[in-house]
């Protein structure tokens, strides 16, 4: 793996100049992506906030051939191109080894790409899947998805005088991707660089399809004070939130165990969408999410133990 | 030219000549109606006998998307659909053209849901009809392959880069039995050449953003050379035309003209209806009486200035449908003829008849009552609203 030093050296293919609010922590996911990457790449993004804050006609922030044809087929999109790849390096026409990056929204993952996401690990393509997963549509407005976060608020499961937020927990989509048997799966926060680096250059160098899943702070969503954006991933690291791993053939290595693990409030604390949880009367929603966030990591140390 | 006389169907030959231009990528699903050349061409794949990376997808909307992943690159790029699957398509159609990718897709015209239907009409295509794709419809066999064939030249001409579909007639032509004539396999890849360079997402030194945000600033401007380009093409697809007819014989236009130049009476249609009322015009010829017959090949772009002329002498033209506009006047098609003949100072008179939804057969009597219904017309000199013929009301 490089050192800071080195990828800082590193010509940078996702580049200044984007419209991403401060604090976002796509930008930040999209640049150490990129930066991880020391060779020819393809880049396709999903609608979505990237693609719209980063492609502004006549301006670009990928220096690195870039696609975007719609929201809920960017796996799909860079099928046909790592094919037509395959083909065409055959026939003598490319001579580069070249790299294919899907990068997709929660939205454009979880839920109206979950098809053509699963149609894609299914058929193996050579790419590597990047969810810049900020739990919801953060894009068109703030709506819930099925990466929202039990409790949260937003602006169609808002929490109102009878419903506190958003019903239901987040759907595993690790669980899902991992059950396709593909070669490469993990999970990341853009606010440890090494460790996004590091599994980012695994995932290029898999022979097949790789998915990561990055928590990515949304400070108008969530919201948060925008200087707080990599500390707050961090936070959900150290309260089993969002635990650091990942599955390599099947094999499950947790990459960071929190010497404490800290309470969910903690990370609920930093975020306006989950405001009302914290007041009297909600100490049951609180308790029921600190519940499941134990179930989940107590089900990841298992897997990680036996498998 | 070399070339040998086969007996396929309409599957069949389109999946001959896919075969024959050996595409670099091939991304398609079977959606119900699933049509059969995708699944021949799978056989080539599986037999090595084409050099086509195949994608085999999990929905048309994943094989149209695929295909403009994969034309993005430069890869000659081909899927077939038909129905319900192009309908899924429908998002990606409109991208595909728009990223200006020259996509090669063989239709099998089918109808709609719902009632859910897997027999011949033209809703499908006709609702695909402002995406920017160009589409040429066939009367027969012969003419799916030489369309299809043409098809690639077309779209990937530096002038046009726009997707093109050729279609077939559902059941009627798809899995009918028919003779054609078609060529050897090394004269269609010197016909079609490599494709022609143009931007491409494999291009490291001077990388592209395809498929940027565009706003209030330039959506217009790259809306509006779609719409240049989809005229330009005009020209082209004649060009294309000509050089095909030089190897083959055979010469295709905008449309094709059965007895029309004397013709009083005429019926515009598209499709294998042609081939039924072609047998009708002769017939009635044969009574003397003034008819003829104009099939639209090329739908779009639309040729309204040469269609305007060769009708315009007309005195009743019925314009058949074989898909219903539900705008409570019209179908697609009879649109297209009264605007192209409104700048006609002869204004000839005009009524539309909807026909053959749902692969309703359309026999020889029902071309017979459009053209009694185009005698009446003149007999009490006035056209009644649109007719619905073969149909139970």
């Not at chain 2, 049509?35 to 094989?63: C, R, W």
């Amino acid at each position: 793996m490089p050192s800071i030093k080195e990828l800082a050296k590193r010509k940078e293919k996702f580049v200044s100049g984007h419209r991403l609010c401060p604090g976002c922590g796509a930008g930040v996911i999209a640049r150490l992506v990129m930066l991880a990457i020391d060779k020819p790449v393809v880049v396709g993004c999903a609608t979505g906030c990237l693609e719209v804050s980063s492609t502004i006609f006549p301006y670009s922030s990928w220096d690195t051939p870039f696609i975007h044809s719609a929201f809920e087929n960017v796996a799909a999109t860079i099928s046909g191109a790592e094919s037509a790849y395959k083909v065409l390096k055959k026939q003598g026409k490319i001579d580069k080894d070249i790299v294919f990056v899907a990068f997709g929204g929660d939205g454009g993952t979880y839920d109206i790409g979950l098809q053509s996401l699963s149609g894609a690990a299914e058929r193996g393509h050579r790419m590597l899947y990047v969810c810049y997963n900020n739990q919801a549509y953060m894009n068109t407005g703030i709506q819930r998805s099925s990466a929202t976060p039990r409790g949260a608020s937003t602006t169609t499961s808002p929490a109102g005088k009878v419903i506190p937020g958003k019903l239901q927990f987040s759907k595993d989509i690790m669980s899902i991707m991992i059950a396709h048997n593909i070669p490469y799966a993990a999970q990341t926060i853009p606010g440890r660089w090494n460790d996004i680096v590091n599994k980012v250059e695994k995932a290029i160098n898999t022979d097949g399809f790789s998915f990561i899943n990055v928590l990515s702070p949304c400070r108008l969503g969530w919201p948060h004070k925008p200087e707080m954006a990599m500390e707050i991933t961090r936070i959900a690291v150290e309260t089993c939130f969002w635990p650091l791993y990942e599955c390599e053939n099947g094999k499950y290595k947790l990459n960071y165990k929190p010497k404490e693990k800290k309470p969910i409030t903690e990370w609920l604390k930093l975020q306006g969408r989950f405001a009302h949880l914290l007041k009297p009367g909600n100490e049951h929603i609180v308790e029921e999410i600190q519940k499941e966030v134990d179930r989940r990591w107590e089900e990841l140390l298992k897997k990680c133990e036996t498998s | 030219m070399p070339s040998k006389r086969v007996t396929k169907t309409g599957n069949e030959i389109f999946a001959e000549a896919m075969r024959q231009i050996n595409p670099d990528v091939v991304a398609a699903y079977p959606i119900t109606p699933a049509t059969e050349i995708v699944q021949i061409f799978s056989q080539f794949v599986a037999d090595g006998i084409v050099k086509t990376e195949y994608v085999a997808v999990e929905s048309e909307h994943s094989a149209m998307s695929a295909c403009i992943g994969s034309a993005a690159t430069g890869a000659r790029t081909m899927t077939g659909t038909s129905s319900q699957g192009l309908a899924l398509m429908w998002e990606m159609l409109y991208i595909a053209a728009g990223l200006r990718l020259p996509i090669i897709m063989a239709v099998v015209n089918r109808a709609l849901s719902a009632p859910i239907n897997i027999h011949c009409d033209h809703s499908d295509t006709m609702g695909a009809r402002d995406s920017g794709w160009i589409q040429i419809y066939s009367e027969n066999v012969q003419e799916a392959y030489d369309n299809l064939v043409q098809a690639v030249k077309i779209a990937e001409h530096p002038e046009v880069r726009l997707p093109v579909m050729a279609t077939t007639d559902g059941f009627i032509l798809s899995h009918c039995l028919e003779v054609a004539e078609i060529l050897d396999d090394e004269t269609v890849q010197k016909f079609i050449g490599e494709p022609p360079k143009r931007p491409t997402i494999f291009d490291f030194e001077n990388p592209i953003t395809l498929g940027a945000l565009d706003l209030q600033d330039y959506y217009f401007e790259h809306r509006r050379q779609v719409a240049e380009t989809m005229k330009k093409s005009i020209r082209v697809i004649d060009e294309v035309a000509d050089e095909y007819a030089k190897l083959t014989g055979r010469k295709y236009s905008f449309f094709e003209s059965y007895y029309l130049d004397d013709a009083e009476y005429a019926i515009v249609l598209i499709g294998s209806t042609a081939g039924t009322a072609k047998d009708v015009v002769d017939k009635l010829r044969n009574e003397g009486k003034k008819v003829g017959l104009m099939k639209i090949r090329v739908f779009r772009p639309f040729d309204y200035l040469r269609v305007r002329k060769a009708l315009e002498n007309i005195k009743i033209i019925g314009v058949m449908d074989r898909a219903d506009g539900l705008n409570s006047f019209c179908g697609p098609l009879f649109s297209e003829i009264c605007t192209c003949l409104y700048e006609s100072e002869k204004k000839p008179a005009l009524m539309n008849f909807i026909y053959g939804l749902g692969g309703r057969e359309v026999r020889e009597e029902d071309i017979e009552t459009v053209f009694e219904e185009l005698f009446k017309i003149e007999k009490q000199g006035k056209t009644v609203n649109t007719k619905y013929i073969g149909v139970r009301e």
